[in-house]
């Protein structure tokens, strides 16, 4: 009897043992399975904060750049702009100082001498002189033109010629400006593409 009994309870043992050990696996099959997974999850997760980190870093770089180019083009811009006035005080400082009140006075007398010759005796020409020349330029212009024509041309002196001349054609709304801004400003947009092409070579 001592026998079976002890037998039963070894039998019980054994089979304790197996269940613990089956349920033993079974937790760490689960575990394994568990840990698998965080695993997976934590390395998706570091692939796309890794990721999003890539694309604001790609952004960044796109708008530095894009922000070095704005920044570049005002600074062109900046400089054409006062290379384009300097260089129209230049040429306007250079027209007067190169076209004496006597050459200016001969350019005007044939001007009107060869308009008026040319079939506008008819017209009034009237020629806007600078202020601070008036007088002088009056002279020379009256002494170059012939006397049948000095009746066609009013001189009249202006405060916005600072020098050169203005024709305007009585009558009607023809001006032609020849004023030493008007001609610094056309001799000044021929070479501002130049000057373009000049900073956008350096640029």
């Avoid at 904060?49 to 530095?64: D, F, I, K, V, Y």
């Avoid at 180019?69 to 027209?95: F, T």
Wanted: proline share 2%; net charge negative.
């Amino acid at each position: 009897m001592a026998d079976e009994l002890q037998a039963l309870l070894k039998k019980i043992d054994e089979e304790g043992l197996k269940k613990t050990e089956a349920k033993s696996a079974e937790l760490l099959a689960q575990a394994r399975l568990e840990a698998d997974a965080l695993l997976a999850q934590a390395r998706a997760e570091g692939a796309e904060l890794l990721e999003g980190a890539r694309r604001e870093a790609e952004l960044l770089r796109q708008n530095s750049e894009q922000a070095l180019r704005q920044a570049a083009r005002n600074v062109l811009l900046e400089l054409r702009g006062v290379l384009e006035q300097r260089l129209r005080q230049a040429v306007e400082s250079l027209m007067q100082a190169s076209l004496p009140a006597e050459q200016l006075a001969q350019i005007i007398a044939s001007l009107c001498t060869a308009y008026l010759a040319q079939g506008g005796k008819e017209d009034r020409l009237e020629l806007l002189l600078p202020e601070q020349q008036y007088q002088e330029l009056v002279g020379a212009v009256n002494a170059a033109l012939a006397a049948d024509l000095r009746q066609n041309c009013e001189l009249s002196p202006s405060r916005s010629v600072t020098g050169g001349f203005k024709l305007l054609f009585k009558g009607s709304d023809v001006l032609y400006d020849f004023t030493d801004k008007a001609l610094a400003e056309t001799l000044t947009a021929h070479l501002s593409p130049k000057i373009t092409g000049i900073l956008s070579e350096q640029f």
